[in-house]
Each structure stands twice: as structure tokens, then as C-alpha cells.
């Protein structure tokens, strides 16, 4: 049968390239944090950390992948809120969040921008919010399906509203832009890791950013608690996850190359271009991370109940 995980086994590992699955398609903003993240792994841990986009049904598909994977250490998961908010959303579920996984490290808490194809009437985000009260299921919205950050923020949004527009599920957030630049869909609230670049190139228009203090990789984009949503703020948090099972030994060891990652400069300015930064070290820890899903478990429940939105 297969060696146990030994203290022979402990010392070698990693010998073999290690999979990190992102569960969203590549070119969106979870396959750019889980690509720089894993570039710089690499390096500490001596192998190749590939990522493997694996998407669907809002990352529960990718998610449910990675419950089920050997756990041996050579199979990684890099996901983010949608780990909190989707045991309300879905009733069946591939898998148990708080069961089936154990917890290496958060990564960077990401900051979300409504965007829209760059003719879209609305000057600003008060305009925005009267054009969806009125146009209603007319507006068409792009997510990477329920589950998903970009799914999320366009729930909060709609409830804040009182409207609801027709929503485009993509498998994520690069294939949408591609849509949204086209004008095949109106709005998409996604990250600042996807929407920094085209923001800047002027390819869409945008509304709001969902901090408190605007950012400075977009000082001309307002919050929306300038803009007409006070409070209307949401933060992409994003972990790392091995099966459960996986042994501490692996577990720390991943957990290193993660905070030499968060400390990488190449991975420090890359996030500061995109608006975001490495959590702070201290929050970096495989216990900090798994008390931190445990309490957004709790608190998304009750907002999703709140908003009647169920997958199904
Ligand atoms: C999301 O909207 O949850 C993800 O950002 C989509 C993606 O990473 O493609």
C-alpha cells in the first residue's frame, strides 16, 4: 500500500509537482491571484505548483474536486468568499466545507468594482441605481454563477436596489469581460485583479469601488459610499485548502511557501498595481484562517436568507 506519511516522507515532501486548482477559468481575477501565488511557491518549495482551473456551478464545482483529491499534499485549492457563501446558497453540496478541508492560509482580501459596457447610459452611480430601478430584468448582469464573489456583490446590489436584472452565469469572470467589452452584457461587478487594466484602458465604464477609501490604483473611481450606496462594501477574501487528512507536515510546509509568498515583492507590487495586498502575517496562519471561515460561514447565512437567493 502507499508509504504512510512518515518523517522519511515528511522531510522529502514535496518530490512531485503540486496541483493547485483554481475553480474558475483561467484569465479571471481568482486564476491571477492563484497564478502569482503559485509562481512564487514554486520557487520555495522547490516544485512546480500548476494551477488546474476547474470551474462551474460557482466554484463548487472546483471546490467539490479538491474535498475528494488524495490528501497527500499534492493537491491544493485556492478559493475565496464563495467557500463562506455557498453551504446557504446551495442545499447539496459536493462536499462540506468545515468537514472536508483543512485550511493552509489566507491570501489577500480583494476589493470588488461595478463595471459596465462602455456605452451604457448611466453617468454615475446614482444614475446607475435609478437606470436598474427602472429597467429591471432589462439590464443584463454577468457573474460566474451563484456562489461566486461576482454573484455575490451583484445580489447585495440588486436587494440594495429593489430590482432585479437578467443574469449571464459564465464559468468565470475573464470570459465574461470578454463579453462585457463586446456589449453582449450590461454590468458585472467582479474584482479589481480582473477590472484594474480595462478600467484604465477605458474598454468599460465604471461606477464604484466596494472599500471605504478609494483606491490608489483607481483614484478616480468613486466609492460607492461617495457614490449612492453607503455601506455597500465587500472585501474578496481569498485561502489556500488541502483535502482533509492532508498531513501537518505538508500543511506547514505549504503554509511557509504561502507567507514567503506574501512576502515575495514581485507578488507585493503585482497585487498593489491590481488593488490589493497580501493579509498581514499575522492573519496568515492555518488556525487564524480557519476560525475566519467559520465566522463567515455565520455571518453570510442570514444575509443570503435576507435576500431569498438559493441556488437549489
Ligand atoms: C468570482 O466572480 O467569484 C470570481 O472572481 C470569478 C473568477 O475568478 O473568474
Known sequence: GAMPFGAATAQDYPDRTVTMVVPFSAGGPTDTVARLIAESMSRSLGQQ?????????????????????????????????GMATAPTLYRKLPYNVLNDFEEVGLVTDVPMTMIAKADLEPTDAAALLA???????????????????????????????????????????????????????????????????????????????TTKQRLKSLPDLPTFEEGGLPGFEIAVWHGIYAPKGTPKPAIDKLNAALVAALQDPKVIARFADLGTEPVALDRATPEVHRQFLEAEVKKWKPVIQEAGVFAD
Open 49 to 81: 505548483v500548476i494551477v488546474e482551473n476547474v470551474g462551474g456551478a460557482g466554484g463548487t464545482r472546483g471546490a467539490g474536486q479538491v474535498a475528494k483529491a488524495t490528501p497527500d499534499g499534492y493537491t491544493v485549492l485556492l478559493h475565496h468568499i
Open 131 to 209: 437606470f436598474v430601478k427602472d429597467k429591471k430584468d432589462a439590464v443584463i448582469y454577468g457573474n460566474a454563477g451563484v456562489g461566486s464573489a461576482s454573484h455575490l456583490c451583484g445580489m447585495l446590489f440588486m436587494s440594495a436596489v429593489g430590482a432585479q436584472m437578467t443574469t449571464v452565469p459564465y464559468q468565470g469572470t475573464g470570459p465574461a469581460m470578454n463579453d462585457l467589452i463586446g456589449g453582449q452584457i450590461d454590468l458585472m461587478c467582479d474584482q479589481t485583479t480582473n477590472t484594474t487594466g480595462q478600467i484604465k484602458a477605458g474598454k468599460v465604464k465604471a461606477y464604484g469601488v
